[in-house]
C-alpha cells in the first residue's frame, strides 16, 4: 500500500474526566517498526489500547489499512489483522504453551499455514517448543513474553502494537526479545507500533519515533536523527553532550516517509 498501514489523527482518550492522551497524530508505515517514548504515565499504552479497541476515544480517528476502525470491537480490530502484546505478558496460565499459541490463530481458517507459523514462532523461541506442553502459567517472565509475542504472530497481523516488551526483563532478555522484534520485522514484513520506556533498544530497533509528554506528541522524526537531539541523549538516553555510543545493531530499510 502506499500510504500508512496505521494512521491516528487528534485523537483523545480519558478515564473519566483524567485525559490521558491529547491531540494524538501519529503514522505507521507498510513494513517499519515506529516506537512512541515517554515517561511512566505519559500515555504510551492509552494510545494502544485506543487504537486496539479497548477504550473508545472521545476524539479523533483511526485508520487501519485506509479504512476506520475507529471505537470498533476489538475482536472486529484483531479480524482486520492488527494483535496487540499487552503489558504485563497476560497469557493464560492454566493452559499449555501450545494451547495459547492456538488461540492467537483462532480467527484462522488456513490451518496448513497455521501449522507452519506455529514452526516458524518456535523457531524464534526455541524454549516454547522445549516447553509445549508446561502449562503457561509455569514459564518465566522473560518466557511468557516470548510466548506473549509468538501468540500475537499466530493472527498472521499486518500490525503488532507492543506495550513495554522489556519491562521486568534482564538486559540479556531484553537484548534477545528485541533482537526477535526486528528479525520478525524483517522476515515477515509485519508492521509494530513499539511502546517502551527503554529509549536506548527502541531507538535501535525502529525505523521513525514519537516522544510523548502529559499525552501529547512533542518530538517526532527518524530514529536516526532523534538519538543524536542532545535533549533526547540527556533525558532518555542518560547522555550528555555525547554523541550516541556504538553503532545501531540493525540496519532497517528505508520507508516512504
Known amino acids: ?30 513494513g517499519e517498526i515506529a516506537t512512541v517514548l515517554g515517561s511512566n504515565g505519559a ?29 470498533q470491537d476489538p475482536a472486529f480490530i484483531v479480524q482486520r489483522g492488527l494483535s496487540h502484546v499487552p503489558e504485563g505478558r497476560e497469557v493464560f496460565p492454566l493452559l499449555s504453551v501450545r494451547d495459547n499459541l492456538m488461540m492467537g490463530a483462532y480467527t484462522r481458517k488456513d490451518r496448513d499455514q497455521v501449522a507452519r507459523d506455529l514452526e516458524t514462532v518456535y523457531g524464534y523461541f526455541p524454549i516454547l517448543k522445549e516447553r509445549a506442553a508446561q502449562d503457561a502459567g509455569l514459564l518465566s517472565g522473560g518466557q511468557q513474553q ?28 531484553t537484548k534477545e526479545i528485541f533482537e526477535i522484534i526486528v528479525r520478525i520485522n524483517r522476515e515477515r514484513g509485519t508492521s509494530m507500533l ?50 550516541a555510543r556504538g553503532e545501531r545493531r540493525w540496519k532497517k530499510k528505508k520507508t516512504w516517509r
Open 146 to 173: 516470548m510466548l506473549s509475542i509468538s501468540r500475537a504472530i499466530m493472527a498472521a497481523p499486518a500490525l503488532i502494537l507492543l506495550d513495554e516488551p522489556s519491562l521486568g526483563l534482564s538486559p540479556r532478555l
Open 43 to 71: 500515555g504510551k499504552t492509552t494510545i494502544l489500547k485506543t487504537i486496539s479497541g479497548i477504550i473508545d476515544p472521545r476524539r479523533g480517528s483511526i485508520e487501519f489499512k485506509g479504512e476506520p476502525i475507529t471505537a
Open 194 to 243: 513499539l511502546v517502551e520506556q527503554n529509549a536506548n533498544m527502541a531507538l535501535n530497533a525502529a525505523d521513525y519515533g514519537y516522544v510523548l509528554e502529559n499525552g501529547r506528541i512533542v518530538m517526532e522524526d527518524s530514529c536516526d536523527v532523534l538519538r543524536e537531539k542532545e535533549d533526547i541523549k540527556e533525558f532518555y538516553l542518560g547522555m550528555k553532550e555525547q554523541g
Open 1 to 30: 500500500m502506499s500510504g500508512p498501514i496505521l494512521k491516528l489523527g487528534n485523537v483523545e482518550s480519558a478515564y473519566g474526566p483524567i485525559r490521558a492522551i491529547r491531540g494524538v497524530s501519529l503514522e505507521v508505515a507498510p
